[in-house]
């Protein structure tokens, strides 16, 4: 089985688009709450991105290539 691999670029001021990077195609599109501060950062079959919504920054952790959110933390 040959190996996939995803890249995950902002679309909007939310939503971010799943690439495949073998091909450029979009594979889904994930919508995640808050204005970006960190990210997306893709490490293997996850990416995380950190936003800030209310003075509190979350970071979102999703499988690739589905978007599912796996874990979620906040801090401030």
Same mark, same amino acid.
Not at 62 to 74: C, D, E, T, V
């Given at each position: 089985?040959?190996?996939?691999? !995803? ?8 939503? !971010? ?6 091909? &450029?195609? #979009? ?6 709450? &808050? ?8 490490? #293997?079959? #996850?990416?995380?991105?950190?936003? *800030?919504?209310? #003075? ?10 589905? &978007?599912?959110?796996?874990? *979620?933390?906040?801090? &401030?």
């Amino acid at each position: 089985m040959k190996n996939k691999f !995803y890249t995950v670029i902002p679309m909007s001021s939310n939503m !971010y688009s799943i690439n495949d990077m073998s091909n &450029g195609a #979009q594979v889904n599109r994930v919508t995640v709450p &808050g204005e970006l501060v960190s990210g997306p950062v893709v490490t #293997q079959d #996850q990416c995380s991105i950190t936003t *800030r919504e209310n #003075q509190v920054n979350t970071t979102f952790i999703m499988k690739l290539p589905s &978007g599912a959110i796996i874990n *979620r933390f906040s801090t &401030g």
